[in-house]
């Protein structure tokens, strides 16, 4: 790796064995080039033939250039709460162990939970996450400081203690100000809304919700149909699926992102595909928790918008999206026994431009004119990738034999943040102490 990648603002010329561009083609440009002017990618091509670097820098990367995964759920703050209450079923997992720890947050645990992932995140490859939890400024300075990039959108659940009655009301204007404080900061915040779901957040609330999302242009962000259990006591209650009770309050107009979604009639999907509602797909929480095998298959057929999602690091336990898609594609071939159920390309493409699409950020996921400067350098002489004979090999090679730990240097807006895979933003043995002591006193309730 060329040193002067350190310095990767202002015009640089990124010199990679092979591009990846993520286009949903399966493109591979081997040997490729990419150009970065002031954080955002100008030119993405072939090496071979290309105009003069115009008196950019070349930084040469030895292995894959590709762009930032995109992480389309998460809770990122929740490596407070890694590994606490394994083993217990979702519904009584969120009320035994996670609300009343959550109960106790102050906003310098946020702070710090978010900054451990920002780095676990980076090292990953990953630099965008579209997060859903509390204290929205402190998780938005973590990811303004570790350099990343978010959507955040700020849970909107009652917690155990929080009886105020206008306390929906106050929710929902905390996040509206927040967005007109913080939407767009320093190029990498995006400011969005994440009702829980529509078994804890009472109808009229997701109406009010979606109405303020919408005249903000704002993502609406939800869990949908995560349980069996959970979708059955809703359709008993309310005499309708959960998309049907939404569709017909108006809520699925506007940017909508259903996490999980695994739990959907056929005229749910239907009602997906009319709302054009995404999903972030979340296999490897779903296996975790026992919850369900989304039908993915289904959902790509109607073109339904799809991105991987970790989910919060209490239910998966890593942030390794690279793990989700490979587990995509293995649990979307055994649910419909078609060993071409979904390719290696398909299977990249959730974690990248599908996941910025499910975002309805069509600029991330992807390495074209126009979209931001987040990279991703992977190594290419690791034995996995013995032999390498084609282009499309390549692609199948990242996707079935290839992992987080070939990530060798990560960008964000130009920026390096990660460099022969230590992040450069995050102090991490401190983010990892201070983690560590604040889940202890979360965990003891003092
Ligand atoms: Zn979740």
Not at 156 to 182: M, S, T
Not at 437 to 443: D, E, F, N, T
Request: glycine residues 10%.
């Amino acid at each position: 790796m060329d040193p002067s990648g350190g310095a990767a603002e202002g015009r640089v010329r990124f010199v990679a064995d092979a591009v990846v561009p993520c286009d949903g083609r399966g493109t591979v440009l081997a040997p490729g080039v990419v150009d970065v002017d002031d954080g955002t990618v100008t030119a993405v091509g072939p090496a071979d033939g290309r105009p003069p670097a115009d008196g950019r820098p070349e930084v040469r990367i030895d292995g894959a250039l590709l762009p930032g995964l995109v992480n389309t759920h998460c809770h990122s703050p929740m490596t407070l709460f890694r590994g606490t209450g394994e083993n217990l079923p979702l519904d009584r997992w969120l009320r035994e162990v996670l609300w009343p720890r959550e109960a106790r947050l102050r906003p310098g645990d946020v702070y710090w939970g978010m900054t451990l992932a920002c780095a676990e995140l980076l090292r990953f490859g990953v630099t965008t996450t579209c997060e859903a939890y509390f204290f929205d400024d402190a998780l938005t300075d973590a990811v303004v400081a570790a350099g990343s990039r978010a959507l955040v959108t700020p849970g909107i659940l009652r917690l155990p203690g929080q009886d105020a009655p206008d306390w929906w009301e106050r929710r929902l204007a905390g996040i509206v100000d927040l967005h007109a404080r913080r939407h767009g900061e320093a190029g990498r915040i995006e400011v969005g809304f994440a009702p829980h779901a529509a078994y804890t957040v009472p109808l009229p609330v997701l109406r009010d919700v979606a109405a303020e999302a919408r005249r903000l242009d704002a993502l609406v962000h939800l869990h949908l149909a995560e349980t069996a259990r959970e979708a059955d006591a809703f359709t008993a209650e309310h005499g309708g699926s959960v998309p049907e009770v939404l569709a017909a309050a108006g809520v699925l107009e506007g940017r909508i992102l259903a996490a999980h979604s695994i739990w959907l009639s056929e005229r749910d999907l239907d009602l997906y595909a009319a709302f054009d509602v995404a999903v972030a797909h979340c296999p490897q929480s779903n296996a975790k928790l026992a919850s369900g095998v989304a039908p993915l298959t289904d959902l790509l057929a109607r073109g339904i918008r799809v991105g991987l999602g970790t989910d919060g690091p209490a239910s998966n336990n890593d942030l390794d999206l690279w793990e989700e898609v490979r587990l995509a594609a293995l649990l979307a071939r055994l649910r419909t026994g078609d060993p071409a159920a979904l390719s290696a390309t398909a299977a990249l493409d959730l974690a990248t431009r599908g996941a910025g699409r499910a975002l309805g950020r069509s600029d991330l996921g992807v390495l074209a004119p126009g979209a931001p400067a987040d990279l991703v350098a992977m190594r290419l002489d690791d034995p996995a990738f013995v032999p390498l004979l084609d282009d499309a090999m390549l692609l199948e090679h990242l996707v079935w034999s290839a992992s987080s730990r070939l990530v060798t240097d990560v960008w964000v807006a130009g920026r390096q943040v990660v460099r022969a895979g230590e992040c450069l933003t995050v102090d991490v043995d401190e983010a990892r102490a201070q983690v560590h002591q604040r889940a202890r006193r979360l965990a003891d309730g003092t």
